[in-house]
Structure formats: C-alpha cells, structure tokens
C-alpha cells in the first residue's frame, strides 16, 4: 500500500484529440514545461477521437500546468473539424481536479474556480462548473453541462439564460468551443469491447447498467460503434467506486451480453486507476487489456517523486 505524503493534486483534462499523436505530443510537452507536474499517463482513442491526459503535482504547479494545456489545446484543436464517437463541447473538453495524499476537496473546488475564471478571462472561453465545484445542481451532472455537444451550445448560448457559463464569455468560442472544469473525487474510465458489431446491442446494455435509467449506482454508459476496431463498446464512467467496481460491471454486462448470445471481446482502462479499487487479479477476471500495476495512480505518482520524473510518455 502506498501513501502519499503532501497535498498532491490529480487533474485528468480530456482533450478533443486522439488521431494526430503530433498534436497530442504538444498539448503534453506545454504541460511538462511547467515545473512541478507530473505527467502520470496519456491515453488517446482513435475511434472517439479523443485524449485522456492524467498529471499531478502540487497547487501552484497544477494550476499553471493545466491552464498551459488549455491554452496550447486552443492553439492547435479546431472543433469545427472534429469528428468522434464520444460526445465533446471543447477542445479540452473537461478539466477535473481530484484530490491526493493529504488534500481535499474543498481545495479542488478553491483550484477549479481560480483556473477557470483564468481561462475564461485570458482565453475567452465560455467556463462551466460541474461536479464538486457547480453552482448551479444540474451541472453537477457533466452530461447536463455537455448537452448538445458544441454544435448545440453555439446555437443556444448567449440565447437560452440557462447555458450561461460561470466564467468567460456569453458566446461560444469560434474554434475551442467551451469547457466543463470541476472537483471530483476518482473517476474509473473503463471500456468494454464485445464480440458484436450490434452497436444497438451496446447501447440496450449501456441503458441497462447506467444508474440514470435505473442502473446500478455511480454508473455512467454510452453505447458506442468502433470502426477501427470493428466491434460495438460500451464506454463507461464509473464516478463511485465504492459503489460500483470494475469487476460487478464487468459482470453485468457479460450477464447481458450473454443472453442475447454475445461474448466479451476484451476490456479496457483509459488512464489509471485509484489503489483502492484494485484488488489482485483482477486484470485477469476482466479481461483487462495491457495492465500492470503501475498504471495505479498512486503507485506510479510514488514513483516518480521518488525518481523525480516530470514525465511518463504512453501517448
């Protein structure tokens, strides 16, 4: 068991990239510029078009490290050439902060509202608070904030009083779209790939499992196509780990998937994962795809502060 000793802070920005590892390189490389972070992982999916950067450090470095990364992502991302499966409103699209080691979340919330209003100033980019951090109770659900995707929002806002953003401008902005910055506890991004190009079978299944539609709790689904892949997944979100774990929607879902004759192809981690929610074995009983445990967040983090490594590159 690892124990972190100082208030680290963990930010997973999710950026509206994932084809051009050249654009990618560079949105990290503006973030490892900056003295103090820890690039813990970068994951990018080809199919959702769409980059996980997960990096941690300490207060002052996280802020300026994470407003670097949204500003270099304006420079280089152009929402209105982007095409994924996964739903996106920005070019970083969300930018959580989570607390580690000795921090907490009143923190995360302090560090939310100060780098977003810095970026809608700056950048003039419409800033919504969600999760820990939302003013407003319904955009403590980031599918709330994201409803409508960027081509809805700039339609709506400056128009409808209910998309009003916290910080920045009431206008969309013209390449970069919005973003979503909250305070969150530990989010598991996990994927399950079937034996099926059923996309229809997929999304039966998300709505089944996702807490929203009576679900199991803490469970965020969206059925989704992979074309490169040439299979259906079900892309999950799960926001409580305590409460619902890899393995019992690993479960689920093959129980699903089986009635209807379909087989787990394989399963996947997008980032890292939080040492409380591993348990032995487990890579093995999920068909987890290409996992070791340093990709547990506190194992890797341990790691390179020992080794004082400011960065680790998957990308």
Same mark, same amino acid.
């Given at each position: 068991?690892?124990?972190?000793?100082?208030?680290?802070?963990?930010?997973?920005?999710?950026?509206?990239e994932?084809?051009?590892?050249?654009?990618?390189?560079?949105?990290?490389?503006?973030?490892?510029?900056?003295?103090?972070? =820890?690039?813990?992982?970068?994951?990018?999916?080809?199919?959702?078009?769409?980059?996980?950067?997960?990096?941690?450090?300490?207060?002052?470095?996280?802020?300026?490290?994470?407003?670097?990364?949204?500003? *270099?992502?304006?420079?280089?991302?152009?929402?209105?050439?982007? *095409?994924?499966?996964?739903?996106?409103?920005?070019?970083?699209?969300?930018?959580? +902060?989570?607390?580690?080691?000795?921090?907490?979340?009143?923190?995360?919330?302090?560090?939310?509202?100060?780098?977003?209003?810095?970026?809608?100033?700056?950048?003039?980019?419409?800033v919504?608070?969600?999760?820990?951090?939302?003013? #407003?109770?319904?955009?403590?659900n980031?599918?709330?904030?994201?409803?409508?995707?960027?081509?809805?929002?700039?339609?709506?806002?400056?128009?409808?009083?209910?998309? #009003?953003?916290?910080?920045?401008?009431? *206008?969309?902005?013209?390449?970069?779209?919005?973003?979503?910055?909250?305070?969150?506890? +530990?989010?598991?991004? =996990?994927?399950?790939?079937?034996?099926?190009?059923?996309?229809?079978?997929?999304?039966?299944?998300?709505?089944?499992?996702?807490?929203?539609?009576?679900?199991?709790?803490?469970?965020k689904a969206?059925?989704?196509?992979?074309? *490169?892949?040439?299979?259906?997944?079900?892309?999950?979100?799960?926001?409580? +780990?305590?409460?619902t774990?890899?393995?019992?929607? =690993?479960?689920?879902?093959?129980?699903?998937?089986?009635?209807?004759?379909?087989?787990?192809?394989?399963?996947?981690?997008?980032?890292?994962?939080?040492?409380?929610?591993?348990?032995?074995?487990?890579?093995?009983?999920?068909?987890?795809?290409? +996992?070791?445990?340093?990709?547990?967040?506190?194992?890797?983090?341990?790691?390179?502060?020992?080794?004082?490594?400011?960065?680790?590159?998957?990308?």
């Open positions: 068991m690892v124990k972190l000793k100082g208030k680290y802070i963990e930010s997973v920005p999710n950026i509206s994932g084809r051009r590892k050249e654009v990618v390189d560079a949105i990290a490389d503006s973030l490892c510029a900056v003295n103090g972070i =820890y690039l813990l992982d970068c994951s990018s999916d080809e199919d959702h078009n769409r980059s996980v950067i997960t990096f941690a450090g300490l207060e002052e470095a996280v802020k300026e490290g994470a407003f670097a990364l949204v500003k *270099k992502s304006v420079e280089l991302i152009d929402l209105r050439k982007h *095409k994924g499966s996964h739903p996106r409103m920005g070019a970083t699209d969300v930018l959580p +902060f989570v607390p580690l080691g000795d921090s907490d979340m009143a923190l995360c919330v302090r560090i939310a509202n100060e780098v977003g209003e810095r970026i809608g100033k700056e950048l003039g980019i419409p919504y608070l969600y999760e820990h951090a939302a003013r #407003k109770e319904m955009w403590r980031l599918a709330n904030v994201r409803k409508g995707e960027f081509e809805g929002l700039r339609e709506e806002i400056g128009k409808n009083p209910e998309r #009003k953003p916290d910080f920045g401008p009431e *206008k969309i902005h013209e390449t970069a779209g919005a973003i979503a910055v909250g305070a969150r506890q +530990f989010l598991i991004a =996990y994927n399950v790939n079937l034996k099926s190009e059923d996309v229809g079978l997929a999304k039966r299944i998300a709505k089944r499992i996702r807490e929203k539609d009576g679900g199991l709790p803490a469970v969206l059925g989704l196509f992979l074309e *490169k892949q040439g299979c259906a997944q079900i892309s999950i979100n799960l926001v409580d +780990f305590t409460k774990g890899i393995e019992e929607v =690993y479960k689920e879902i093959e129980r699903l998937a089986e009635k209807e004759g379909v087989k787990i192809r394989e399963s996947e981690l997008i980032g890292l994962l939080p040492q409380a929610s591993y348990s032995e074995g487990l890579e093995n009983r999920v068909k987890l795809r290409d +996992f070791t445990k340093d990709r547990i967040i506190e194992v890797r983090l341990a790691k390179m502060i020992e080794q004082n490594i400011k960065r680790f590159r998957e990308c």
